[in-house]
């Protein structure tokens, strides 16, 4: 029964090894800090989570992001060399860096409630709107913007006098 059981554990033995060479054939080291290799794969997935844009990524946010993982890495590794991974300066300065890494991941559960509660009941009332368009060039001269906000001044003091606002928007829209 032994002599059964040990052909399957060394092919088991025998898979896990070529699944793991197989797995670096297809996902190259891109990166060595310090003795510790970092894959495409495992680039790309965090580099993924902090840039959550739905369209493609262009080359240069690559290179951006990428600059900026190798220097957190290199920074990481000779601080732990020299010890300084206990010097408040190099903490302030890691902080920020899992700050900045971790930004896409923190959401306020309790703002995005509230958001989404609003939205939800300004969907349960149904606004009816209207307006009197007063027409002013983007480009136009100071007389001219005098000139329609005193026409706009005029329709408002009708309007609170009790005329249509119908017939008003007519009359200078």
Do not use: H
């Given at each position: 029964m032994s002599m059964k059981k040990f052909p399957v554990s060394l092919f088991a033995v025998q898979l896990f090894f070529a699944t793991a060479?197989?797995?670096?054939?297809?996902?190259?080291?891109?990166?060595?800090?310090?003795g510790e290799s970092v894959s495409r794969s495992e680039f790309m997935r965090v580099f993924k989570k902090n840039n959550t844009k739905e369209t493609g990524y262009d080359k240069q946010a690559v290179d951006d992001y990428l600059e900026l993982y190798v220097n957190y890495k290199m920074k990481v590794h000779e601080a732990l060399e020299?010890?300084?991974?206990?010097?408040?300066?190099?903490?302030?300065?890691?902080?920020?860096?899992?700050?900045?890494?971790?930004?896409?991941?923190?959401?306020?559960?309790?703002v995005s409630e509230s958001l989404v509660r609003e939205a939800y009941?300004?969907?349960?009332?149904d606004i009816r709107a209207s307006h009197i368009l007063i027409k002013c060039d983007a480009n136009a001269l100071p007389k001219d913007t005098v000139e329609a906000l005193n026409k706009a001044i005029k329709v408002r003091a009708e309007l609170l006098k009790g005329a249509d606002f119908a017939a008003t928007a007519r009359k200078y829209s």
């Open positions: 060479l197989f797995a670096q054939a297809t996902d190259p080291v891109i990166l060595t800090v310090g020299l010890g300084m991974d206990t010097v408040q300066s190099f903490k302030d300065e890691l902080a920020g860096y899992r700050k900045q890494l971790a930004q896409p991941y923190l959401v306020d559960k309790q009941d300004r969907m349960k009332t």
